[in-house]
């Protein structure tokens, strides 16, 4: 179930990012107008389904393995760190060398300016953002935020461990933790875009991931949900949000359809299965793929609406051949750890020939 809404989630954000970056897209906006509008505007809530799989997922091993799985937590957060890191390199190593080929056959807000060193040091420890550094692809933010959430809950679970074993009465303090933290971010630090580049600001969607398959593990899992949910109400009330809808809908999607077998994975094609597991390298390259694309297109066909539609076709299809063979190769065995540690070595080298090279 989870791989099935992540597929689909996945495929919004790439219309989303093909219908508000680069020239086809508005080549083609006279074509269908109120599909461009749509996909301009409602499909990037899709994000928030990661949020919620991504902490569900992390919940369920934090509950199967206990303590075990924080002994060393820095460890852990090491691990998380290298398994986002390096196909998040070798994406945006290659976005360096497309934006680069695009300059040569456009002129477009879509192209990232070239870097510097200090830009893509940022990159490297996920910074970007909050050293205010121009991102060098679509969506990079979410990787940054994605590292932050894991590592506030990984230091949320040590923490209440180190608490219980000198007070074992205090047994389910994590869940008070995520609980009060979620209800904190819902009513405060996702209603002020200044922490939006924060942890705090997305925990009230991850955290409701984490609960959700918590709950589902409850003797009582309705009457749960239903305080839960009456939380995202009441946080609607205060200041509706329309990503906290989509939030608490996937939060019942998932929890409930693990408890009751609701919807169950042999009801999900094998391909949105598959594609669901491949989303993340979906999510990194296919802004470089499709701003080849669009760079081609307009510069051969700059003012055909119709083909630049079929362009836009064309580099979805891409996108996601693309992301396939791009996630069976960072995650084969052929990206050997020589390799890994090499990466960034490559991407700095990377973005500094093309900045110096003038492309």
């Known amino acids: 179930m989870v791989d099935g809404i992540k597929a689909i989630a996945c495929l919004l954000i790439v219309l989303h ?7 086809m897209s508005d080549s083609a906006y006279p074509l269908m107008p109120n599909i461009m509008d749509w996909l301009r505007e409602y499909p990037r809530m899709a994000v928030q389904v990661f949020f919620i799989a991504t902490g569900f997922l992390l919940a369920s091993k934090l509950i199967a393995s206990g303590s075990s799985f924080v002994i060393n937590p820095i460890q852990v957060i090491k691990k998380r760190y290298f398994r986002l890191i390096i196909p998040y390199l070798a994406a945006l190593t290659m976005a360096l060398w497309c934006a680069a080929l695009a300059r040569y056959w456009m002129t477009h807000d879509s192209i990232p300016s070239a870097s510097n060193g200090y830009q893509l040091l940022a990159h490297i420890f996920l910074l970007q953002d909050l050293l205010d550094q121009e991102a060098l692809s679509a969506g990079v933010w979410y990787v940054a935020i994605d590292f932050q959430l894991f590592s506030l809950t990984i230091f949320l679970f040590w923490l209440s461990d180190r608490i219980q074993q000198r007070c074992p009465y205090l047994k389910s303090l994590f869940w008070v933790l995520v609980i009060g933290l979620v209800i904190i971010s819902l009513f405060v630090f996702n209603r002020d875009n200044f922490w939006d580049e924060t942890a705090l600001y997305f925990f009230g969607s991850y955290g409701l991931g984490i609960l959700s398959y918590w709950i589902s593990n409850k003797k009582r899992p309705l009457l749960w949900f239903a305080i839960l949910s009456a939380l995202g109400v009441i946080a609607l009330l205060v200041d509706f949000r329309a990503r906290i809808v989509v939030a608490i809908v996937v939060m019942l999607l998932l929890g409930l359809t693990r408890r009751y077998g609701i919807l169950s994975d042999h009801l999900i094609p094998n391909f949105l299965i598959y594609l669901g597991r491949a989303s ?14 669009n760079a081609a ?3 051969f066909f700059p003012d055909q609406a119709q083909i630049n539609l079929c362009g836009l076709f064309l580099a979805l299809g891409i996108s996601i051949f693309g992301g396939i063979l791009f996630y069976q190769w960072t995650d084969g065995p052929s990206l050997t750890n020589k390799v890994r540690l090499l990466m960034p070595a490559g991407f700095m080298v990377s973005g500094l020939l093309v900045a110096l090279g003038g492309y």
């Open 297 to 299: 297109f307009s510069h």
């Open 280 to 293: 993340y390298a979906i999510f990194l390259i296919h802004f470089p793929l499709c701003l080849i694309v």
């Open 17 to 23: 990012h093909l219908a508000i970056y680069g020239p």
